[in-house]
């Protein structure tokens, strides 16, 4: 069965971006800088591929994904804080991001800083404020927090700057962005799923998925970076090549790479054969990879 599957994704965009809107404007603060700098980089822009991928998991389980439109949201405020922090002139040093000048750009250094660690204390406030069984909500804070810490974005994002000027091959690139980009989209599939009641068999194709989806955006990133436009894509394009880094792009040929995400893709897809019609928009959602153009 073929999904509505670019209605679904704007319908479920505007109810997060809303969402977003008011978990935000509801939130006190004493200082109105650092509430601007955090609306202008939360707000408005951006695929929102986590906070739906985790709503597509959790239908995929019971059919109620927007139950969990807390969660999904401060999974989106987990990601934007760290485009913020990556963004900065220490890290990827990057000027445009999601179609706009980068949050440090407009608000300087410091303020940016202080919005990304905002937007991650917020996040798991955020989070408190969903309607779930305790230990439910417990397992999901690891989930989340794990895929956030040491252990996943900043620690791949550790290895990504030290890694600089050096060649890596393709065993410990792939283990690195499994940690920087492929973490939180894991954290976002197995919270949905955790949330939605998945069995153990359900949860671990949804695991296996994530990761393979994760893969396959890295990879169509990587070739994007080189075959995209700023004006397409959001943001600056060549940032790898300039930062010297190791990609799936610069250690293979752009074609092998193509294939790869291919591979990568069917592989996702695969993953989700217990599953019948209710996975289709995640069916769709990893194909639509392999032709993005953002």
Known sequence: MQTKFKEIWAARTKLIEENLHRELHNTPTIDEKIFQAMEYSLIGGGKKLRPILLMA????????????LPVA??????????????????????????GKWTNHKVFGDAIA???GDALLTLAFEVITRQKADPKT???VIREISTAAGIGGMVGGQAIDIQSEGKRLNLVKLRRMHLAKTGALFRAAIRSGAILAGASDEKLDALTKYAENFGLAFQITDDIL???????????SVGSDTRNNKSTYVTLMEPQEAQILAELTVE??????????DEADFLRELVEF???RKS
Do not use: Q, W
């Not at 998991?57 to 969990?68: R, T």
């Open 57 to 68: 998991a959790a239908d995929a389980i019971s059919n109620e994904g927007e139950k969990f």
């Open 73 to 98: 949201c401060a999974v989106e405020m987990i990601h934007t804080y760290s485009l913020i922090h990556d963004d900065l002139p220490a890290m990827d040093n990057d000027d445009y991001r999601r």
């Open 113 to 115: 800083i202080l919005a």
């Open 137 to 139: 909500l417990i397992t």
């Open 225 to 235: 970076d080189v075959t995209g436009k700023t004006e397409t894509l959001g943001k």
């Open 267 to 276: 592989a996702a897809v695969d993953n989700l054969k217990i599953f019948g």
């Open 289 to 291: 990879l392999l032709n």
